[in-house]
Nanobody
């Protein structure tokens, strides 16, 4: 079965850094682009970062541009989101997503990122 599992979330002070991971299984991970989304309580789910299947192109929402880096390791079937200089507006549940044609979007369970003093 198609499965994505996030890990690596936690509590970080403002200005701190965190790297979260997405482990994929049940499909050929390297064929598909990877997206990271986040959703804060009471807020809409927001696309944070995007990376092509090969990793040759990336894109970010303006609020994280220059601070976050999306990457992937297709040998390990893993995606990553490195978050630097975390701000109070960054805390959310972060989820990875893969859009496979003719199938429901694959989502992980999400990993909580908290930014607090």
């Amino acid at each position: 079965q198609v499965q994505l599992v996030e890990s690596g979330g936690g509590l970080v002070q403002p200005g701190g850094s965190l790297r979260i991971s997405c482990t994929a299984s049940g499909f050929i991970f390297k064929l598909y682009a990877l997206r990271w989304y986040r959703q804060a309580p009471g807020a809409a789910r927001e696309l944070v970062a995007y990376i092509t299947n090969s990793g040759d192109m990336t894109n970010y929402t303006d609020s994280v541009k220059g601070r976050f880096t999306i990457s992937r390791d297709n040998v390990k079937n893993m995606g990553f989101l490195e978050m630097n200089n975390l701000k109070p507006e960054d805390p959310a549940v972060y989820s990875c997503n893969v859009k496979i044609p003719f199938e429901p979007d694959a989502w992980g369970q999400g990993t909580q990122v908290t930014v607090s003093f």
